[in-house]
């Protein structure tokens, strides 16, 4: 008896199939995932800070302007270069802007207009860390932004987010009383 030896293999057509079919999951499952770039988020009240300085557009300072009841916002670099449309998503709709006065009573900040519209918010952002401190009420709530080190807090009304400003403001100034 003579066994023959038949030797097994794919051919070339069903190694084509493997490499389509093959090809098609990596496409249809990586091309939603952008490697090495994060996605930004919409521009709130809360990641504001974060996400203005973390942009391409900050180098060293900033200023945030935004117009038209908050819809549209622009950036602008250094102190005498011209705004440019921030191009990402904005969640700032309708937002009012407050700051303490020296009779630390809470004030709503009025601005002047830029291309006939309405300015709403405007913002400075440093490179030590440091931005514009301030208070926003939106209908999702109220929140205040620090200037300094502190994350942004979220609070019921403007007269609770006044009330944790002038806490934190009396702790800091009272800070050298510790030495």
């Given amino acids: 008896m003579k066994q023959t030896s038949k030797q097994k293999g794919f051919s070339l057509i069903e190694l084509l199939i493997v490499i389509v079919i093959v090809g098609l999951v990596y496409s249809i499952g990586l091309s939603k995932i952008e490697l090495g770039k994060p996605k930004v988020k919409a521009l709130t009240p809360l990641n504001l800070k974060r996400t203005i300085v973390n942009s391409e557009f900050f180098n060293g300072h900033a200023t945030l302007m935004c117009v038209d009841k908050c819809r549209k916002c622009y950036l602008r670099q250094g102190l005498s270069s011209p705004f440019k449309a921030y191009s990402n998503k904005i969640n700032l709709s309708d937002v009012k802007a407050y700051t303490i006065d020296e009779d630390e009573s809470l004030r709503r900040l009025e601005y002047e207009r830029y291309n006939d519209k309405k300015i709403c918010l405007v913002m400075d952002f440093y ?19 620090p200037a300094f080190f502190d994350e942004p807090k979220k609070f019921d009304s403007p007269d609770d987010a006044k009330d944790y400003w002038l806490k934190q403001s009396h702790i800091v100034s009272n800070s050298g009383d510790f030495y």
Avoid: A, P
């Fill in 127 to 145: 490179n030590n860390g440091s931005s514009t401190q301030i208070i926003l009420e939106s209908k999702k709530g109220t929140y205040f932004l």
